[in-house]
């Protein structure tokens, strides 16, 4: 950061530890019944911001199909399947969360941010944990069945590796890189949403580089994130791309955003998109990204936190914003009213 620049008002050590878990006494989690806060608290239903790393790509994933269909579809049917997904990643985060924290409770109850979740306290037993999670894969069913068929067919490796995910943390530093195909494969199933098939000949171009551009920002987002963690997860045997990287993770987000941007500017190439994609969607994120590594403070959990909150709507909306603006583009109503 240069001298005089404004720094986000950030404290330099993290929140004293609780000693004890408090029950939420406002909020969303306050007004419901006591029984089911654990359940609530699994599914992180008063954490929005991950749900941001679910739902994002679908936005995403359907804008691009938009533009690329033979016919753009018309933005009652966008809004009905963007509504759809919305409920599908409320129920998919809250069955990987579920899942990881099980998988995961011998190592959150050494981790100072993670001690007081419901299966790491004891509010929820293993198996409870278990059962809640399949209840959960079982009520996304409905969801799937309102969609073709080529959905279900791309939902399976997504469970799957959601499902791998909590192993590589312990036999790879690069877990963040298994966490971004399933978040990426989001692209896939929204092609598959708007009839379009992303591996045709002439689509997967694009698609596989929108597809790897969203693997470089998971990256990204989720090694600045574990950065909150760093100590406990070393003394607790976590591995992650923020303790392998801890000396030079702005150096690889650095090469990771160029990446980015590069897989973008070639998608929307490949794809014959128009301006306003390379302007806001391409330009938007280089200069999201630059913003968000350069001004994160990755010693101080509070501004790893902030800047992961903000990345998704800085990096994400751009995305969006430039697809969704060709998208626009091509409906007939503003054909008529820009060549009337």
């Not at 404290?11 to 806060?37: C, E, I, R």
């Not at 799957?160 to 790879?172: E, G, H, I, N, S």
């Not at 406990?232 to 987000?253: E, H, N």
């Not at 306003?276 to 990204?289: D, E, K, P, Q």
Request: aromatic share 14%; proline share 7%.
């Amino acid at each position: 950061m240069k001298a005089g620049d404004q720094q986000p008002d950030f404290p330099h050590t993290s929140p004293a530890p609780k000693d004890q878990y408090n029950p939420p006494a406002k909020g969303f989690l306050s007004m419901l019944p006591t029984a089911l806060v654990p359940y609530a608290e699994l599914m992180r239903l008063e954490k929005p911001a991950g749900l941001y790393a679910f739902y994002f790509p679908y936005i995403i994933g359907l804008c691009y199909a938009a533009c690329i269909r033979d016919s753009p579809p018309t933005l009652e049917h966008m809004m009905n399947l963007a509504g759809l997904f919305l409920v599908w990643c409320i129920i998919l985060r809250g069955a990987a969360c579920c899942w990881n924290d099980n998988t995961d409770q011998e190592f959150d109850r050494k981790v100072l941010r993670c001690r007081f979740r419901p299966i790491a306290r004891g509010a929820v037993s293993t198996a409870q944990g278990h059962l809640f999670t399949a209840a959960l894969g079982l009520a996304g069913v409905p969801i799937l069945i309102n969609l073709p068929a080529e959905c279900t067919y791309h939902a399976v490796p997504v469970t799957l590796l959601f499902m791998l995910y909590p192993f590589a943390k312990r036999v790879t530093y690069y877990p963040q890189v298994v966490l971004g195909f399933p978040f990426a494969w989001a692209i896939f199933i929204c092609c598959a949403a708007l009839e379009v098939d992303p591996f045709h000949p002439q689509v997967f171009g694009s698609a596989a580089c929108l597809f790897v551009a969203n693997v470089c920002w998971t990256i990204i987002y989720d090694t600045i994130y574990a950065h909150q963690d760093i100590k406990y997860d070393v003394a607790a045997g976590v591995k992650s791309m923020a303790v392998r990287f801890a000396d030079s993770t702005k150096l690889l987000t650095s090469i990771l955003a160029v990446a980015q941007v590069v897989l973008l500017l070639a998608a929307g190439h490949s794809a014959g998109l128009s301006s306003v994609y390379f302007i806001v969607s391409c330009g938007g994120t280089a200069f999201a990204l630059i913003n968000m590594i350069g001004r994160v403070d990755l010693e101080v959990p509070a501004s790893c936190a902030q800047w992961f909150h903000r990345g998704f709507w800085y990096v994400g909306g751009t995305v969006a914003a430039g697809l969704f603006g060709m998208y626009l583009e091509r409906q007939p109503a503003w054909n008529a009213a820009h060549h009337s």
